[in-house]
């Protein structure tokens, strides 16, 4: 009914409730297709931390952030792939990331 409040009356983080089960995002999981698809699950099961990554797995809902995405563009030029920070927040999901992926990899 209230939020928790701090001594000096802001919003108190570390009393709220630990959300639930029912507040995570459930999709189907769908395996990786590809080569592309499966070394982009492998980069983001390694820096997300999660156990895996389906084809319609959002990058940012599974945990990412800017940082990473910079850190996961460095780790995919070390794999020898070229790809850029701005197609991953324009396609979060691991198979559209990886159809931009190969995309520049086509061009280039």
Known sequence: DALPL????KLDRKALPTPGVESLI???YEAPVGATEITLARLWTELLKVE??????NFFELGGHSLLAVSLIGRLRQEGMEADVRGLFEQPTLAGYAAITERMEIVL
Not at 6 to 9: C, K, L, V
Not at 52 to 57: C, E, N, W, Y
């Open 6 to 9: 701090s001594p000096n009356g």
């Open 52 to 57: 895996r990554v389906g084809r319609h797995d």
């Open 26 to 28: 459930v999709r189907e």
